[in-house]
């Protein structure tokens, strides 16, 4: 029995062996393709990761020489003079305090003994801009000795932490036997939380004296703004998946609950470890801390009270 002609007319076209040659042509293609992709993304990783430990070596490099320069301030009418070395040691901005410990260095053959640099000739009464410790004595014929010197904070709160900026005043007038000495100023900074940087100098007859303003150190920057972006990254994955579970209708899920509450008090520790001790109410809580605590709290409510109706009525809702 014959096929009628209108049912030859629509049968499908019988496929060619073509189209499946080109298709595994192309699956070869592509499976020959990948791994030079995987390959040239390690490569990307690796060289992202190497500009950024070169580019940390550098802003290290750079800080560090910034740091091993001394300030002088004052010059010398003669080979006969004092020098003041000043190592800034600590900055307590809480105390509104600066401590320094100041080195006297006679020069010149009249105001120092020949066999011993360190020990004057005759008296040095060093005067400064302490208010604590106004005036230093060196006796005649003994060596001279380190002091501690603490110098006044002139301005700044340190509640605006990290961008809690200062201002202090160090200044020095010495008499040598009653009479008016020359003085020449070196200032070294040894503080790793600050930076000084030298605003302005006064040197009126055998006064010298900078104002130093104070700042916030930029590997303290850095730490600070990183903080910042980690407290917010950190609330924000915790109420993205406490929404997600609230809206998926599931119970209780102990392990989210359990990385939820951890993170809640992880904030605390790494707030705490803000380099300075900034005190409560800074600018950084109300930047991040206070809004991070707040949207994990927020989170973790949301998920036990959601998961507790669930879980009370054998199912979702």
């Known amino acids: 029995m014959s096929t009628p002609p209108h049912r030859r007319a629509t049968r499908p076209p019988r496929p060619t062996a073509r189209p499946r040659v080109r298709l595994r042509a192309r699956a070869r293609v592509g499976s020959a393709t990948r791994p030079k992709v995987r390959l040239w993304s390690a ?5 992202a990761i190497v500009l950024s430990v070169v580019a940390g070596l550098l802003l290290y490099l750079d800080e560090r020489s910034s740091r091993s320069h001394a300030q002088i301030v004052g010059t010398a009418p003669g080979p006969d003079f004092l020098e003041v070395h000043v190592l800034l040691q600590r900055v307590d901005a809480a105390a509104q305090t600066l401590t320094a410990k100041v080195l006297l260095l006679p020069h010149g053959g009249a105001l120092q003994e ?27 014929g003994q060596q001279i000795a380190s002091s501690t010197v603490t110098f006044n904070l002139l301005d700044g709160r340190i509640t605006d932490y990290p961008f809690d900026r200062y201002h202090t005043l160090i200044g020095f007038q010495a008499t040598i036997g009653g009479q008016p000495a020359a003085v020449v100023i070196a200032v070294e900074e040894a503080d790793p939380f600050f930076v000084f940087k030298q605003n302005a100098k006064v040197s009126e007859g055998g006064a010298v004296a900078v104002t130093e303003r104070i700042s916030r150190s930029r590997s303290t920057f850095i730490l600070a703004w990183f903080m910042m972006a980690a407290m917010w990254a950190l609330a924000l994955s915790v109420l993205v998946a406490a929404w997600l579970i609230v809206r998926q209708r599931r119970g209780i899920i102990w392990p989210a609950l359990g990385w939820m509450a951890a993170t809640l008090f992880a904030l605390v520790g790494m707030r705490n470890a803000a380099p300075g001790s900034p005190p409560i109410g800074s600018l950084l809580d109300y930047a991040a801390f206070f809004w991070a605590e707040l949207l994990v709290a927020v989170g973790l409510t949301m998920v036990v009270v959601r998961g507790a109706r669930v879980e009370g009525g054998h199912g979702p809702q």
Do not use: G
């Not at 640099?117 to 060196?138: C, F, G, K, M, N």
């Open 114 to 140: 020949a066999d011993n640099p360190l020990v004057p000739a005759r008296d040095v009464v060093l005067e400064t801009t302490s208010l604590e410790q106004t005036s230093i004595r060196y006796p005649a």
């Open 43 to 47: 490569y990307a990783v690796a060289v």
